[in-house]
């Protein structure tokens, strides 16, 4: 991204630029930055398109024409799917497109084997924006709070992370709440975190999982039927806490070698924060044991698909067993 970063603040800018990865804020903050730093508010000599099935005739004739009383012209796609299917007549095009027009693609998904992805990796710039870390997070947090006088200590971020999770659009969000709650207070509390906080479902199956792993079966049937009021659909709860379990595994291999914390943070790419209570987790089962959740997981997902039991009594065997 500092390739961007450079190409906008200089205004060097190349023809073409792909913006993928499952990070949304990120593709969306500098989709927004790109379309401000070459055209503005010129309405005129930008266009947009997208999804599946767009027109390419369409779109190679937008981009042949000359801007209009500029210097260059904008054209946006989004979630076309080019980059996932064979899309030869842009892959023949982009080598010859006047230099006068920027043509910016934004995708979820994104074959790095394709042809177009590797001719506009040649002529331009591709960008894959994933979730970022726990430490790149943090920073990024801390700056928006530094800008409006805030401050926080290292344990005190991890909390907020920890309930935040890693969607920056969540963060930002979390953010603006707990700014406006500490209005006039300078330093933010765990105390204040804990007040304004949403309660996001990933922490909710983190608490389901944790009354899994100590055996408290009337305090994990509980925590499901408050996610089912959530409108969490049974099926979801399932596939989360397999993952969680996986994680879970993850993490107990990760320690059995010797790694700490940060590391294991750092390698799996969650925060200190949640690295440390699935640590506290791990420890609770063998190797074995895990695998059994997993597998057992894997199993009731089999039996719903296959109508041997409904999605609701799915989970509730797993939590029973």
């Not at 993928?20 to 055209?39: D, Q």
């Amino acid at each position: 991204m500092q390739n961007l970063n450079k190409d906008i603040k200089e205004r060097a800018f190349k023809p073409v630029y792909l913006l993928f990865g499952e990070e949304a804020f990120l593709k969306n903050s500098y989709k927004n930055r790109l379309k401000e730093a070459i055209t503005g508010e010129d309405t005129m000599n930008f266009a947009r398109f997208e999804g599946k099935g767009l027109d390419v005739e369409e779109l190679i004739r937008l981009a042949d024409t000359m801007p209009f009383f500029a210097e260059q012209r904008m054209i946006l796609v989004e979630d076309s799917g080019f980059f996932k299917s064979a899309c030869e007549a842009l892959v023949k095009y982009l080598p010859d497109m006047p230099k006068t027009t920027c043509l910016v693609f934004v995708e979820s998904e994104v074959d790095k084997r394709s042809k177009l992805y590797k001719k506009v990796k040649s002529l331009g710039y591709a960008a894959e924006m994933g979730r970022q870390d726990g430490t790149q997070l943090a920073k990024w947090a801390g700056g928006i709070l530094a800008k409006e006088g805030k401050k926080i200590t290292k344990s005190t971020m991890e909390h907020f992370l920890g309930m935040a999770g890693d969607d920056m659009e969540n963060i930002r969000m979390e953010l603006e709440k707990l700014i406006s709650f500490t209005w006039g207070r300078e330093v933010i509390t765990e105390e204040d975190v804990d007040a304004i906080g949403t309660v996001r479902v990933t922490n909710r199956i983190f608490d389901l999982v944790a009354a899994i792993v100590n055996r408290q079966t009337k305090k994990a049937m509980d925590l499901y039927e408050d996610l089912l009021a959530l409108k969490e659909p049974p099926m979801r709860i399932l596939f989360l806490i397999a993952r969680q379990f996986n994680q879970i595994l993850q993490v107990r291999e990760l320690a059995e070698q010797g790694m700490d914390r940060g590391t294991i943070a750092s390698k799996l790419k969650m925060q200190p924060f949640v690295a440390g209570k699935v640590m506290g987790q791990a420890r609770s089962f063998s190797g074995e044991q895990i695998l059994l959740y997993v597998n057992l997981c894997v199993e009731l997902e089999e039996a719903v698909k296959t109508g041997q039991l409904s999605d609701r009594l799915a989970v509730e065997l797993l939590l029973a067993k």
